[in-house]
């Protein structure tokens, strides 16, 4: 699924961002992120999207070559990831519905599967019954699920939440780590960069990786 060898990233203004990142993670993996803001876990999910380059080291996503020489491969893989990122990007003005079928119009898929999935989606975050409502309707927590119906209602074999958890209650969080958790299979791989690890579960995820200044250690195996 994943493979990193000796990858760093740094950006133009000369900030190391990643250093020396070693990371495996199988098909059907559930791997939790951890770290205090700026300590690269962010770059690190822009990395496996395609987003960034890595400056240097070997990274390898669903058996696509990360470099910038793979461009236009890669924005073909994307449409194999589901990312939900903490801007929630939503069209205002648009219903829940629209937004989820907006989320993956350029995947040339006919009409009526690309309608299908975006309500089956709906149904799995449990918002089908405001899936005609406006998003500017909603609560935040709402609108997280919206952004998570939009990842996975492409059917991804790669999910990457950045702190899906930010500006939630307790309550609320662990229903979006649950709910994101729920997604795993065996073919399809949840990645999620979160603060909150008071509310992990050991027993539920694979990996807990903990990132501090571009630095990767991996903290314990589920």
Known sequence: MIEAKGVALRYPDQTL???????????????????????????????????EYPTS???????????????KAIRK?????GPVFQEFKLF????????????????????????ENSMNALEKVGLAHKAFSLVENLSWGEHQRVAIARAVARKPLLILADEPT???????????????????????SVIITTHATHLLDCEKYDKLIAIHHGVLQLERIG
């Open 17 to 51: 961002a990643l250093k020396n990142i070693d990371l495996e993670i199988q098909p059907g993996e559930l791997i939790f992120i951890t770290g205090p803001s700026g300590s690269g876990k962010t770059s690190l999910l822009k990395l496996f999207l395609g987003m």
């Open 92 to 115: 205002p003005g648009r219903t829940v519905f629209e937004n989820v079928l907006l989320g993956h119009r350029f995947l040339h898929m006919p009409k009526t599967d690309l309608k």
């Open 166 to 188: 930010g500006n939630l209650d307790k309550e609320n969080a662990l229903k979006i780590l649950n709910l994101l958790a729920s997604f795993k299979d065996n073919k399809t």
């Open 77 to 81: 893989l994307r449409r194999r990831i």
């Open 57 to 71: 080291g070997y990274l390898e996503v669903m058996g696509q070559l990360m470099n910038p020489t793979q461009a």
